[in-house]
């Protein structure tokens, strides 16, 4: 790599453009020197390929020091120049200075030449830093301006390749962070192909707090192109990743008034269809009273009575399960553990659901070899195992559901398996997620909310709820969880 320092001297004396020379390299610096004597001589050589430093003499035939400083200013105005003359005066001088010049020397005191051609091109070093400085400051500037103008992903992505070719690079590619970690490519522009002789890449990570949102490849063709700007692109990279977040938290925030608006429509929806007939059974009891008078007897309400108590449970039942959304919302819910026989528990929530099994014309089979006492949360396994159990009555297409109870010492599994139309596979993770659903709302009720809290429930336990299933073949769900022996119950529930 060529380190020396690029001089372009303006002498018309071989004399003198030997005695600088030599000057020169008492500075212990490489020196590459080149001399011209004339006005074009100096423009040619100005246009042809960059210095580091201009050296010129001030009185020379037909034009001076001052045209040789005009000239530089114009095509090389960065660049360092330097008076050198054995003739120069005070105004002169001072006159060259106001027009740019960065020194001057006579020429019998050419020891002190090497400093000053150090001091030259080490200020010309600092202007041109801080020149790039306010161009990157500004260039962030309108990029973080440009970045933030859209809340859409592939739409930043795009905004980045576009700022990055060609100021920063000739290609570049964006790769955004997706579903399990996997990558997808959003945005390209002018990307190098992998052939280009001397092509360099530099990938840089689009990251907020440690989590990476994608990532930013930069590539250089390894042409006239200067090196990749690192902390330049860096700085850029940093821009996105904000501009990034922020999408992806809008997108978020999106689905989150989706999924609200849904849940809103299926409460008032499931709210609304108990109502309606509890009303219509408080007015069918109104007017028997009046019409049957006092001496009427009380068998005579008993079937309406029956009927409205029913719908007030379910409504009553469906305030309590909207009360356990907002409390398991907020984390695993908390245990109150006890002893306690799941084999009775599964009774008694099979006795509970077969009003709602002989509206559907089915029936609830219990499969259970004798007791099985451990140490679980009552109310909360038997919230489990409802829900389960109403799931497969209700999509149980009217065929039996079978409940089996079974225990090994260490675990004991729960299984409801219906006979109704089965869950596609895409859908049988999607189903345990809250206000999700595998049928649409118009053709069952329900607020998509069960098997969530069922398996919240089981979570909470240590356990496992799993579903298997095959379309026209009906489903399986299992509750696994581990026994905890009755003699640790006091220290169980002081672990909750």
């Not at 120069?88 to 020194?103: H, K, L, Q, T």
């Not at 996105?240 to 989150?256: K, M, S, T």
């Not at 009380?298 to 909207?322: G, K, M, P």
């Not at 140490?375 to 389960?388: E, F, I, N, Y």
Request: a negative charge; charged letters at 25%.
């Amino acid at each position: 790599m060529d380190v020396r320092l690029r001089v372009l001297l303006v002498e018309d004396s071989p004399v003198d453009a030997v005695m600088i020379e030599r000057a020169l390299g008492r500075g212990g610096r490489a020196i590459a020197l080149t001399r011209v004597d004339t006005a074009d001589g100096l423009t040619d050589a100005l246009g042809r390929e960059p210095w580091d430093l201009v050296l010129s003499d001030y009185s020379m035939p037909g034009w001076s020091g001052l045209d040789a400083l005009a000239i530089a200013r114009e095509l090389a105005p960065d660049l360092p120049f330097i008076l050198v003359s054995g003739t120069i005066g005070e105004e002169v001088a001072v006159e060259a200075m106001r027009s740019g010049a960065s020194d001057y020397l006579l020429k019998d005191r050419l020891t002190r030449l090497p400093a000053a051609v150090e001091r030259a091109v080490e200020a010309a070093e600092v202007r041109r830093e801080y020149g790039r400085s306010r161009v990157a400051l500004a260039f962030l500037a309108q990029a973080t301006a440009a970045l933030s103008r859209s809340l859409d992903p592939e739409a930043v992505a795009e905004t980045l390749v576009a700022l990055a070719v060609p100021l920063l690079a000739d290609g570049a590619v964006v790769h955004l962070v997706e579903g399990e970690g996997a990558l997808r490519r959003v945005a390209v522009h002018d990307l190098v192909g992998p052939d280009a002789t001397g092509a360099r890449a530099v990938t840089l990570p689009l990251a907020m707090r440690d989590t990476a949102l994608g990532w930013l490849t930069l590539v250089s063709s390894g042409g006239a192109r200067p090196m990749i700007d690192e902390g330049l692109a860096t700085e850029l990279a940093a821009r996105a990743a904000v501009a990034l977040q922020n999408a992806v938290l809008y997108r978020h925030a999106e689905a989150a008034i989706a999924v609200r608006s849904e849940f809103i429509q299926i409460a008032a929806h499931e709210l609304r269809t108990p109502l309606t007939p509890l009303s219509l059974q408080v007015e069918s009891l109104l007017r028997s009273s009046r019409d049957a008078g006092a001496d009427a007897p009380v068998t005579r309400f008993e079937a309406d009575i029956e009927a409205t108590s029913r719908y007030v449970q379910r409504l009553t039942t469906l305030v309590d399960r909207l009360l356990d959304v907002s409390d398991l919302g907020l984390g695993l819910p908390r245990l109150a553990r006890e002893t306690v026989d799941l084999a009775a528990v599964a009774t008694e929530v099979a006795a509970s659901v077969a009003p709602q099994a002989r509206e559907a014309g089915t029936a609830v089979e219990l499969r259970i070899q004798g007791p099985v006492v451990g140490v679980w949360d009552r109310v909360r396994m038997s919230q489990a195992l409802g829900h389960l159990l109403s799931n497969a009555v209700k999509f149980g297409a009217g065929k039996p559901v079978g409940v089996t109870l079974a225990s090994d010492g260490a675990r004991v599994r729960i299984t409801v398996r219906d006979h109704g139309p089965g869950i596609a596979p895409a859908d049988q993770a999607r189903i345990f997620e809250r206000f999700e659903r595998a049928v649409s709302l118009r053709r069952h009720g329900g607020f998509g909310v069960g098997l969530w809290m069922a398996r919240e429930i089981v979570r909470a336990h240590g356990g496992t709820l799993t579903v298997a299933s095959e379309i026209g073949e009906g489903s399986t769900f299992t509750i696994d969880v581990p026994v905890v022996a009755a003699t640790t119950a006091t220290e169980a529930r002081q672990n909750c």
